[in-house]
């Protein structure tokens, strides 16, 4: 078992198990896991095959368990969910003494983690993390919240977990697809904070060596969470690529393209091709990017062009009144953050198609 502690405002651990982390009493009082899956002909409901087991330790250590099933997937993503969550809290009556479970991928933990900011005015809760996505990236840090129709993840609040549980056995139901989701947010913090992890994504497999990229990522994340919590600053660094990335997920109405894939794939080289264009990242980055996230299954170029990207990227949340801070490279593992105006963007990101 290996330990990780945040020191945020309020700090945390984060405990990342071979064996199933649930099965120890912990003082809780209601499940709201992701049931459905996306890949609906694989008929598997792999969530719940989680989530059994985390009821019956609980219940078996005589907690009272209550739990909420939501539909899987971005498009669940949003206020009206999230409402139905705090709903249900109130018919079930959680107190603040009460404990709230995110358990499933980062849609599920960024929806409960709203629910529990909001839920009494905060309310505490757990994370576990079932997709890869989730256990590298969005189940530490306490960024909650959903999508509005205008955007990505424009209405939250930050809201840090009392505990992360993290089991990589988990990820052995995960379908390819979204366990290749997850390898774009691993690539990013290869890009934005360590060549060695970079080098040994481009020398390994991935999935014979996931322990050790799980724990070398969470505790990168921890470092830039606890320098800059509120993102402030530092903590924009975890947004390379998604930028573009999110834009690319609006243009496609959260549907056809996942986070991972958009984000963090053609974002990722979107940026480091702009930072190449203007002299500002090392030549053959975005190459080196592209070739990785192709070992990963993940695509590199979208069809959308890129002035319909830019105009999308426009409507970031984290955009002020004349510009945006743009995450570039200087080099893989060397990342930094470049002001820009919004003339600017579309010239450093150039037009035609998006290659
Ligand atoms: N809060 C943050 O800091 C942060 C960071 C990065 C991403 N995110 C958010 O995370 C979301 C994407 O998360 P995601 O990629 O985990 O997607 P997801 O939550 O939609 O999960 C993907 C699919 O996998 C299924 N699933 C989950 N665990 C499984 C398992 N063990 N076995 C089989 N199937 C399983 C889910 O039911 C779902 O169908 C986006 O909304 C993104 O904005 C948040």
């Known amino acids: ?143 909650t919240g959903v999508d509005l129709p205008m955007g990505k993840n424009l209405c939250g609040a930050f809201q840090q977990p009392i505990l992360v549980l993290i089991d990589p056995q988990v990820l052995r139901t995960l379908p390819d697809v979204f366990f290749c989701d997850g390898m774009g947010e691993v690539i990013k913090y290869g890009c934005i904070r360590s060549a060695e992890l970079f080098a040994l994504l481009e020398q390994a497999s991935a999935k014979d060596r996931i322990h050790e990229i799980i724990y070398a990522c969470v505790d990168m994340k921890r470092v830039v969470v606890e320098h800059d919590e509120k993102e402030a600053g530092e903590r924009a660094l975890l947004n390379f690529g998604h930028t573009a990335g999110h834009a690319i997920e609006k243009l496609w109405n959260y549907q056809t393209v996942t986070h991972g894939y958009a984000a963090v794939g053609i974002g990722m080289v979107l940026a480091a091709r702009a930072g190449e264009g203007a002299g500002l990242t090392e030549p053959g980055t975005a190459d080196r990017i592209a070739a990785l996230l192709q070992k990963y299954n993940l695509p590199v170029a979208d069809t959308h062009s890129i002035d319909a990207i830019v105009d999308a990227m426009q409507a970031d949340k984290k955009r002020t009144a004349d510009g945006m801070k743009l995450v570039l490279l200087r080099k893989i593992g060397d990342s930094f953050i470049d002001p820009v105006d919004l003339p600017t963007l579309r010239t450093m990101f150039g037009g035609g198609a998006c290659k």
């Open 1 to 143: 078992m290996q330990k990780i502690t945040v020191h945020t405002g309020r700090p945390y651990d984060i405990f990342s198990l071979t064996t199933a982390c649930w099965s120890k009493p912990v003082t809780w009082c209601v499940v709201c896991p992701a049931a459905k899956r996306i890949c609906p002909d694989q008929r598997q409901q792999c969530v719940p095959s989680v989530r059994r087991p985390v009821v019956q330790a609980l219940e078996s250590a005589d907690f009272q368990v209550c739990t909420l099933v939501f539909d899987a997937g971005e498009a669940s993503k949003k206020p009206e969910t999230v409402l139905n969550m705090v709903n249900y809290m109130a018919r079930e009556g959680l107190t603040r003494g009460d404990l709230v479970v995110a358990l499933g991928g980062g849609v599920c933990g960024d929806m409960v983690g709203f629910a529990a900011a909001i839920y009494l005015r905060g309310i505490d809760f757990v994370q576990i993390p079932t997709t890869l996505l989730a256990q590298v990236d969005s189940s530490v840090g306490g960024k």
